[in-house]
């Protein structure tokens, strides 16, 4: 690590802990559009100076099979984090076998042609060393991550290259897998959150991928040990793939570690997928998912949001940072602190290859679902309406900059975000540049964010809950209250509609 770049981590860290004192709460108010009104008083400014900063690079070389090899040197402590990252993930699963992506990845883990399972979770626990394999739902990688002291640096890769090289996918162990995923499967869709985040992404993706949120019991049971090896030879490959180490490595001496483990790694290259292609912005429209008994309603709403690569991303970012971005912004201020609705209120963003869904979310009391639904309004029209004032908007920026200089510190966000560059194809100084951007965002630019991305005319909703019990102070069912604010469709618990 070089001087230059301690001291700029260093005015940033500062920065963090100087806004983190100087930033007050809200105070509470009685109607939400008094929050605009809030002073913020005693800011700490965001000089330039303090803005510019230049992150380590990170060495990157090519095997000569295709695998990139990406090394970032840091020598604070005697520890390395080591990522192999597919470009492939449950975004890619066949579409009678949702799931496989993850099935795959778990399964790794479950024997070799030269370990069983027993002897590789012997062999991780001796050295000290971690070792996960993960694919999610709605994400186009998947991960294979492990950490442990720097002198196990080789005995680490060796169980990487192992797992990834040598699965034997034990049929045995796979009639295990498959139970577990059968009663997890149950669990979850006991869960309101899973039923509204899987009738939401139903209702914005229609047949894109991203519609699928959840394996299926018939998915489960037709996982076979061919299917996974079919999968598995398909898209782990070294040309689809990044091996990242950050930690106390020598960079040559780590790419001839990869070398010698992953150098004879063959496979045919995979065709990069088209994820531009989205349905086109569907009506705005309310579902209702019928959870007899629900003391709540669990609240989902959202709709497109933007990728990573678009211009207008970092705008969008802050946006959501002012709506939704945590306990400082309106919608936290407005359902919590000023009405007492919930204990929280939220909106989200990602950042994937294709435009992952921007999505705004609450639990609240059965009895307030009408007021709630009011005041998410309320604040939606709101953002896009007004400019946001520029002591909230000097705020949303600070906390945004704060939340990036201390991530700085942590290893394994320092080398996430190299890999994205990597990924993404993104310029070398882009994570210098973001907390310039991210401070010179204008309240014009977030305004066209909002208007562009809470698009209300084509705004999915999706309310959990059960539609018998009184949703206002009226008494009114929670199915007539939810019928003020669009159309309503009610389905039940395992997505089938109901009339």
């Known amino acids: ?29 009685q109607h ?46 005697p520890t390395v984090n080591i990522v192999l990252q597919f470009g492939t993930g449950d975004m890619s699963d066949p579409k009678d076998l949702p799931g496989l992506a ?67 996918f034990p049929s045995d162990e796979l009639e295990k897998y498959k139970a577990r995923q059968l009663s997890d499967l149950e669990q979850e869709r006991s869960q309101p959150f899973e039923l509204a985040n899987e009738r939401f992404h139903q209702a914005l993706y229609g047949d894109f991928p991203a519609a699928v949120t ?13 299917r996974l090896k079919e999968f598995h030879d398909r898209y782990h490959v070294p040309s689809n793939a990044i091996l990242a180490v950050v930690g106390d490595v020598k960079a040559d001496e780590f790419i001839a570690l990869a070398r010698k483990t992953f150098g004879d790694w ?4 995979v065709p990069k997928p088209d994820w531009s292609r989205l349905p086109s912005p569907a009506p705005a429209r309310i579902y209702l998912v019928d959870r007899p008994d629900s003391v709540q309603t669990n609240i989902v709403a959202g709709d ?22 945590g306990p400082q912004a309106r919608l936290f201020l407005n359902l919590r602190e000023a009405h007492g609705y919930t204990y929280g209120a939220y909106s989200r963003t990602g950042d994937d290859k294709y435009r992952e869904a921007w999505v705004a979310n609450t639990e609240v009391r059965n009895a307030v679902t009408d007021g709630s639904m009011e005041q998410l309004m309320v604040e939606f029209k709101r953002i896009r309406d007004e400019k946001v004032p520029e002591p909230e908007l000097n705020e949303a920026r600070h906390s945004i900059v704060a939340s990036f200089a201390l991530s700085l510190e942590q290893s394994q966000q320092l080398l996430s975000r190299w890999i994205l560059v990597q990924d993404y194809g993104l ?37 959990v809950g059960d539609p018998k019990q009184p949703g206002n102070d009226q008494k009114q069912p929670i199915r007539d209250v939810l ?17």
């Open 102 to 168: 993850g099935f795959t990845m778990d399964m790794l883990r479950e024997g070799t042609t030269h370990r069983t399972s027993a002897q590789l979770a012997a062999d991780i626990d001796q050295i000290g060393a971690t070792l996960y394999c993960n694919a999610d739902f709605g994400s186009t990688v998947s991960t294979v991550d492990a950490s442990g002291l720097s002198p196990s640096t080789g005995q680490i890769l060796d169980l990487m290259g192992d797992i990834v090289l040598n699965p034997s």
């Open 483 to 499: 019928k003020k604010y669009g159309t309503v469709e009610v389905y039940d618990t395992n997505g089938k509609k109901v009339d």
């Open 1 to 29: 690590m070089t001087a230059k770049y301690r001291a700029s981590i260093s005015f940033l860290v500062a920065l963090a802990a100087a806004m983190a004192v100087a930033m007050p709460a809200f105070p509470q108010e």
């Open 214 to 226: 959840l394996p299926t019991p018939e998915s489960i049971k037709a996982t076979t040990v061919e």
């Open 304 to 325: 497109y949001g933007a990728r990573r690569t678009d211009p207008d991303y970092i705008a969008f970012y802050v946006m959501n940072r002012v709506l939704g971005g």
């Open 32 to 77: 939400a559009a008094e929050l605009s009104k809030v002073a913020r008083l005693n800011r700490a400014p965001v000089s330039n100076e303090i803005l510019q900063v230049t992150l380590p690079r990170p060495v990157v070389t090519k095997l000569p099979n295709g695998l990139t090899v990406l090394v970032l040197e840091r020598h604070k402590l």
């Open 427 to 463: 310029p070398i100084d882009y994570w210098d540049k973001y907390p310039v951007q991210v401070a010179h965002t204008t309240a014009d630019a977030v305004q066209a964010a909002a208007r562009k991305y809470v698009d209300v005319d084509h705004l999915q909703i999706v309310c």
């Open 266 to 269: 063959q496979g045919q290259p």
